[in-house]
């Protein structure tokens, strides 16, 4: 299983630069941050942007992956944040992974006046939004029309460094999301029972996990990929609760999320205060133990 950790942009960076930096010491194969205008519970207080924040580890770091979980269609187009991550893929060495997902009607579907959408509309703007990234990302010239997105012979060089292109993280917990993960993704991202933060202990919902993983495998199915291709991600501490309570317990939860099918496990770094309220020893622990990290 592949471990990461993600970051929240609320630190200056000459702060933020030792938790990316350390990170990687301790041994995390990846390292990620939100991409959000404002969140939820820091609406009125620092955050900062992530692509800038990716860029700046990009260069302080050498070895561990790097992404976003997740970018949205609520302020990114898929033209200019092609560009972007294009340019990070090559700061990094070929080490971006771009996660995306729908986008909820929170600060970032408002803060600029856009119209409300639907659920339903909102399934629809976020196929069209994965499928041109990944055409942006994958041909050097790009045109496409539909009825949310439009480009126009749009050239992407360089080419990405990681290929045939740096790999897409979708976020989907229903049947058309899926459906888009197994057309385009590389890793399936879920964070348990969707749009819910209030943690329940992670054992109790493994029934729920498990038949989330079994609708992947059909939808792979349905596309006619080998499910084995996919590799499926589970971020944790907002809907899947008590990783992170002890060494022992973010070990043990550690080996059921593999039992289960999951190839990569992601928490959030511990904060002194809500939200991710924890202890960085946890972390350090686990990472001597299991990652083979340096402290």
């Not at 496409?144 to 290929?163: K, L, N």
């Not at 079994?214 to 939808?219: E, G, P, R």
């Not at 008590?242 to 928490?267: C, H, M, P, R």
């Amino acid at each position: 299983m592949r471990h990461g950790v993600l970051l929240l942009p609320e630190h200056r960076w000459s702060r933020a630069r030792e938790r990316w930096l350390l990170a990687e010491e301790l041994g995390y194969d990846h390292a990620w941050t939100y991409d959000h205008l404002m969140w939820r519970w820091f609406h009125d207080r620092p955050w900062f942007s992530a692509v800038p924040t990716l860029a700046a580890a990009a260069e302080a770091t050498s070895r561990i992956g790097l992404g976003t979980l997740v970018a949205s269609p609520n302020f990114r187009h898929p033209v200019d944040f092609a560009k972007e991550l294009v340019t990070l893929d090559d700061v990094s060495g070929g080490r971006i992974v771009c996660g995306v997902g729908a986008g909820a009607d929170g600060y970032d579907a408002r803060l600029r006046g856009d119209r409300p959408l639907s659920q339903k509309q909102r399934a629809a703007r976020f196929g069209e939004f994965v499928e041109l990234l990944d055409l942006l990302l994958s041909h050097r010239h790009t045109s496409f029309a539909g009825q949310w997105y439009t480009a126009t012979d749009v050239v992407v060089e360089p080419a990405c460094v990681a290929r045939p292109r740096l790999p897409l993280a979708v976020a989907a917990a229903g049947p058309r999301g899926m459906a888009l993960a197994a057309r385009h993704a590389d890793i399936w991202v879920t964070s348990g029972p969707p749009n819910v933060f209030e943690p329940e202990r992670y054992d109790r919902l493994v029934p729920l996990l498990k038949d989330q993983l079994a609708a992947l495998d059909a939808a792979c199915a349905a596309q006619g990929r080998n499910p084995d291709t996919l590799r499926r991600l589970l971020l944790t501490d907002a809907a899947v609760g008590g990783v992170l309570e002890s060494t022992g317990s973010y070990q043990d939860a550690a080996g059921t999320f593999a039992d289960l099918g999951f190839t990569d496990l992601v928490v959030h770094w511990p904060r002194p205060d809500f939200p991710y309220a924890g202890s960085e020893e946890v972390l350090t622990e686990f990472a001597a133990a299991e990652l083979g990290g340096n402290r």
